[in-house]
C-alpha cells in the first residue's frame, strides 16, 4: 500500500515494506548443528566420546546437553527407551520435520538453548518470534515439562513455554516484539526449568519474521488529499482484526472490522455516534488481529495513541 508523506509538526508519516520472510538462518535445522550458538553442549548417540554416566547409551545427551538429528528412536537396541525419551513424529502439515533440535533440559535457570544475531533490524517495528517444540519426556505429577522463554538483546520477554506433556504433540508458541531504537538483535531461547528429572524436549521451525503491521502517530484529515484517514502504513499478512478508537475520556468513537473493509481506515469521525467530525487532539486506540504462523492462526492485540490534527 502507497502513501503519500506529510510533515506534520516536525514529524513525518512514511511508508514501509516489509517482506515478512524469516530471518532465522538454519531455523529448520535441515543444515544441521550449524547456525546459533547455545551454552548447552552437543552430545549425539553415535558420538564416540564422552562417555556419560548415568545413561543407558554412549553419546546420549543428559542436562544441559542436545542433539541436532532426525525424528529419533532414543532407544537401547531397539527394546528400552534411552533416558525414558520417547521417538518423536513430524508433523509435516505445520512444517515440522526433518532435522530438529533435541534438548536434555539444564538445569541452570535463564541458561540459553539456542540463540542467534539477526542483523539489518528495522527501528520502530514488530517483529514475530515463534518456534514448534513438542516434549520428548516429562515425568512427575504434575509433568515436569520443560519451561523456556523468549529472549532479545538480554531481556526475556512473553508469555513461558511449556509445552503438553505427551511426546509427539506439537505446540506453536509466538509473541511480537518491538524494535524500537535496535538496529541488531540477539535472538535467543532461554530455559526455566530447574528441575532434572524430565525437561525434555525438542524444537523446529524457529522463526523470526518482521511482522507486516505498522500504525501511524497522527494523520489530519483536512481535505488535502494527504493522510486523510488513520490506517496502517503496512498492512500484510493480517487475517481478521478489530480496530477501536477512544477519547482522551474513553469515550469510543468508531469499531472497524474486516467486515467493513479490508484495510482499516478511520476517517476521524464517530462512526457509532452521529458520524461528526472529531475535534483534534490524542485519541488511544486498540486493534485485536490475527496472523498467520506457518498453518496455525495466532490471535494478537496491540494499542497505541494517534494525534488527529487539522480537522473540518
Known amino acids: 500500500m502507497y502513501k503519500k508523506t506529510k510533515i506534520i ?29 547455545s551454552d548447552y ?6 558420538d564416540k566420546l564422552p562417555a556419560d554416566l548415568g545413561t543407558w547409551h554412549e553419546g546420549a545427551p543428559t542436562d544441559g546437553q542436545y542433539c541436532v538429528t532426525v525424528p529419533f528412536d532414543w532407544s ?28 536434555n533440559g539444564d538445569i541452570i535457570n535463564n541458561s540459553k538453548v539456542w540463540c542467534q544475531t539477526i542483523n539489518n533490524i528495522k527501528p ?17 505429577n504434575p509433568p515436569n515439562v520443560a519451561e523456556l522463554q523468549f529472549s532479545i538483546n538480554g531481556t526475556n520477554f512473553g508469555q513461558i513455554i511449556k ?12 509473541e511480537v516484539w518491538d524494535s524500537e531504537l535496535n538496529t541488531s538483535a540477539d535472538i535467543c531461547i ?13 524444537l523446529d521451525n524457529i522463526s523470526f519474521e518482521p511482522l507486516n503491521f505498522t500504525m501511524p502517530n497522527l494523520f489530519s484529515p483536512d481535505g488535502d488529499g494527504i493522510n486523510e484517514v488513520f490506517t496502517p502504513i503496512s498492512f500484510a499478512g493480517i487475517n481478521s482484526y478489530t480496530l477501536k478508537v477512544y ?3 474513553g469515550r ?16 476521524g469521525k464517530t462512526r457509532n455516534g452521529d458520524g461528526s467530525h472529531c475535534h483534534s487532539g490524542v485519541y488511544y486506540w486498540t486493534i485485536n488481529y490475527a496472523v498467520l504462523v506457518g498453518s496455525q492462526k495466532v490471535e494478537k492485540a496491540e494499542n497505541g495513541y494517534v494525534h488527529l490534527v487539522g480537522t473540518h
Open 9 to 37: 509538526f516536525g514529524l513525518i508519516l512514511t511508508g514501509i515494506t516489509l517482506n515478512g520472510q524469516n530471518l532465522v538462518v538454519n531455523g529448520d535445522f535441515e543444515s544441521g548443528n550449524t547456525g546459533f550458538t
Open 41 to 46: 553442549l552437543q552430545d549425539c548417540p553415535d
Open 76 to 103: 537401547q537396541n531397539g527394546t528400552n527407551q534411552l533416558n525414558n525419551w520417547f521417538p518423536i513424529t513430524q508433523s509435516v502439515a505445520n512444517g515440522v520435520d526433518g532435522e530438529m533440535l533435541h534438548v
Open 124 to 140: 520502530n517495528n514488530k517483529y514475530k518470534f515463534s518456534t514448534w517444540i513438542s516434549t520428548i519426556y516429562a515425568t512427575g
Open 163 to 174: 509445552p503438553e506433556a505427551t511426546p509427539g504433540n506439537w505446540n506453536l508458541f509466538f
Open 190 to 202: 532461554v530455559n526455566k526449568n530447574t528441575i532434572s528429572n524430565g525437561n525434555d524436549f525438542v
Open 247 to 249: 477519547n482522551r475520556w
Open 252 to 267: 469510543k468513537m468508531t469499531t472497524i472490522t474486516e467486515k467493513d473493509m479490508e484495510t482499516p481506515e478511520w476517517n
